[in-house]
């Protein structure tokens, strides 16, 4: 699908889902499939994407910037100078790659890029992984996340952004972050876990093929089912966790790999502020209830949570609750997530819930 896309006004696509769910495998998929530095047929030649009319046409032939955005935020430096190393970093391997082309000293990464595409007649294709891991690092440090969406504009948004890229794909936990009502980034389609729209069915493992995982590894399906499956994704009324699936396959036993995540830790404290009742739904939903929700006011910032809705709409995007868009309801999906959210209440001492709960025991 993402073929589809490529030299169109829709060649800007965010693509984001929550820990666990493969975000990094499908970049750096797309990676191998997009790289003009390799021949990567064989890895897609039993794939589903190799019988599709547009996969001769695009197969390793583009130029390939990826960006692991986690490798820059653990660089020991301030959020302020995140945005400058990534330039400076993409800026030197370019021109290392591209020696004909020589930059001037006040070329910004943008200018380098453009100049590149015209000399060699090329289009990119850029692949950012976990686009939006400074939003974590850097809560609420306002000049350093507009440093960094200053960028992305310059870039994506600039008036040679279609000449220098033929396709650019994101992929993070949170959507494009929004000002008042606007996306910072608004050329960009973007696909999420409240909207996955067509790419629905790739969010997770399908019901059939867990089965046939099972079959194939001796798994008893029901307890998979009963531990990883109940997320509703889009159209897709049943879609599993599939890095927790590859995980008790391996492992040959059923039980939570959530909590290697540390995702919670990020929402904790604006669960603890009960918003409008949010409590008593948390307690309903560990019953096996559900509640309503609109996600539409969030603006996809951990800095900017203000509402009910706006922490149930972060756990939905993190994966600890699923969302019935037809409904506009979420609830806890399965085992896994409902004992990652036993003991996060737990951690951080939240007695009326765990009273509540040692009682429904």
């Known amino acids: 699908m993402i073929n589809n896309t490529l030299g169109s006004e829709w060649r800007f696509s965010c693509v984001t889902r929550a820990r666990r769910f493969g975000k990094s495998m499908a970049a750096k998929m797309l990676c191998a499939y997009y790289d003009h530095s390799c021949d990567s ?35 020991s430096v301030s959020p302020k100078e995140l ?3 990534i330039q400076q970093r993409v800026r030197e391997e370019i021109l290392a790659t591209y020696p004909e082309v020589k930059a001037a000293p006040d ?8 100049k ?47 000449r220098v890229f033929a396709g650019v794909y994101m992929t993070g936990i949170l959507p494009i972050k929004k000002y008042r009502t606007e996306l910072a980034l608004n050329n960009f389609l973007e696909y999420s876990m409240v909207m996955p729209r067509q790419l629905a069915k790739y969010y997770g493992f399908t019901k059939d093929e867990v ?35 590859m995980e008790a396959l391996i492992s040959e036993w059923c039980e939570s790999y959530w909590g290697r995540t540390g995702a919670y830790d990020a929402v904790a404290d604006y669960i603890n502020m009960n918003y409008e009742g949010l409590k008593d739904n948390i307690i309903y939903m560990l019953a096996g209830g559900r509640c309503g929700v609109n996600p539409k006011g969030f603006r996809n910032d951990l800095a900017e949570i203000t509402s009910r809705d706006d922490v149930l709409t972060v756990l939905i995007h993190l994966g600890y609750l699923s969302y019935d868009r037809v409904a506009q309801e979420c609830y806890i999906p399965n085992r896994e997530v409902a004992g990652e959210m036993e003991q996060a209440i737990a951690s951080n001492r939240w007695k009326p819930v765990v009273d509540a709960f040692e009682m429904s025991k």
């Not at 064989?42 to 547009?54: G, Y």
């Not at 070329?107 to 453009?114: N, S």
């Open 41 to 75: 047929r064989e890895l897609f030649a039993d794939l589903e994407i190799a019988s599709d009319p547009s996969f001769e046409e695009h197969l390793n032939k583009y130029p390939v910037i990826f960006l692991d955005m986690t490798s820059f935020v653990a660089r």
């Open 83 to 85: 945005t400058s190393l």
């Open 107 to 114: 070329d910004d990464l943008m200018d380098v890029l453009t």
């Open 116 to 162: 590149v595409s015209q000399h060699y007649d090329t289009q990119f294709i850029m692949i950012i992984d976990e686009w939006d891991a400074i939003w974590r690092e850097a809560l609420g440090d306002e000049e350093a996340l507009d440093r960094y969406v200053n960028l992305l504009r310059r870039m994506f948004k600039e008036v040679n952004a279609n």
């Open 211 to 245: 089965k046939a995982l099972a079959t194939k590894h001796g798994m008893n399906f029901d307890e998979l089912e009963k531990w990883y499956d109940g997320y509703q994704i889009g159209n897709q009324p049943s879609m599993f966790n599939s890095n927790s699936v």
